[in-house]
């Protein structure tokens, strides 16, 4: 019964805290940090908002939006708070010793996501990589608050490991952890090696977290993945092979989701499992055309993409939910180059979507016109799987061909 104990998950009830500069739309922020805590496991009791010219460097809100809080938690029952922006170490020992009260950061909340979602075992080391960075920055000087840094909301993290908060033995943990994701990232590379050998094309799904990415590989490829109106539903990436309507054979591999303010441990940690879209053939962009943010959000999937390096790809952007927004005008995004109203769930416009798809395969592929002796008629199978076939003739002299391939088959 104990271990039973230990292991169930504490429901935190939690204040949201933001801090509005320039007039941004902290309403929305909060709105998503929200979402964030209930995939998470917390229950969001309340939230206070502060307009600053800049975060107070060292205790995130003033004076007087602390005792604020603080009285709000007393009569709320809140268990803590979760700040909208990543704390310092100063920040987060200065704001705990005032309140009293457990404080989190949104960094530390998406990491708790992460680690309630990873599958594969490079999904956990990828985690727990990025759960270490954040807590060796976090070393110096906290004091007993150190107690209070492992789980994040409940019990899950390096907390629950009783990892030594000894800098030394987190540095050696973390250089374990790289060489073994150089040794699953040497795998994946020889993985992406054989593909493109193969010469079958690859599409990225990129997009904003909840866009419905899982939902449209899904739908196009009749894959069983996890597909949830949650935050990060899914995390660790998955790639699935679809044929289009001419026989065209299109390996699709769903990425993990974007967020604003997405941690840097996390971008250097998911580095490996993200470059699947560097070495893409093209991008699919999904948007949650029915999310009022949905601007916002499409500017921070392009600045990821280009934090990443990924730029100067085919970009399809899907704007996707159209059966939430009928009769509303398609939206615009002029760094696509092309764009298509879709409904992953309901089926509407994946038929489009397929035809697309074909025609910028035609696009990235030569015409082949040639007569294959009856001895390399093995040859015209690897036509059939990895192009088009138009016509197909016998004759006393060969098999004569003609189809749409990959240049790297027209030079074989």
Known sequence: ??????????????????????????????????????????????RVIQNREAIHPGTYIGKGKIEEVRLLAEELGADGVICDDELSPAQLRNLEKELDLKVMDRTLVILDIFAKHAVTSEGKLQVEMAQLGYRLARLSGLGKSLSRLGGGIGTRGPGEKKLETDRRLIKSRMARLRR??????????????????????????????????????????GADILAENKLFATLDPTTRRMTLPGGQELLLTDTVGFIR????????????????????????????????????QMETVYETLEELGITGKTVIT????????????????????????????????????????????????VLLERVYP??????????????????????EDGIRVRAWVPKGISQA
């Open 1 to 46: 019964m104990a271990d039973l104990y230990k292991n169930q998950e504490t429901e935190e009830k939690v204040i949201l805290i933001g801090v509005s500069i320039q007039e941004e739309d902290m309403e929305a922020s909060l709105d998503e940090l929200a979402e964030l805590a209930d995939t998470a496991g917390a229950i969001v009791l309340g």
């Open 180 to 221: 073994e994701l150089t040794e699953m990232q040497t795998h994946r590379d020889t993985a992406r090696k054989q593909r493109m050998e193969r010469a079958l094309p690859t599409a990225a799904i990129v997009g904003y977290t909840n866009a419905g990415k899982s939902t449209l590989l899904n739908a196009l490829t």
């Open 374 to 395: 009856y001895a390399q008629a093995g040859d015209i199978s690897r036509i059939r799987k990895y192009g088009q076939i138009l016509e197909e003739e016998y004759r």
């Open 318 to 365: 899907l704007f996707n939910k159209r059966d939430l927004t009928p009769g509303v005008e398609l939206p615009k995004d002029l760094r696509a180059s092309r764009t298509l109203g879709i409904s992953a769930a309901s089926g509407e416009g994946l038929e489009e979507l397929r035809a697309l798809l074909e025609d910028i395969l035609k696009e990235s592929r």
């Open 261 to 296: 303010k997405l941690p840097h441990h996390l971008v250097e940690a998911f580095k490996s499992t993200l470059e699947e879209a560097r070495y893409a053939d093209f991008i699919i962009h999904v948007v949650d055309s029915s999310n009022l943010q949905m601007e916002t």
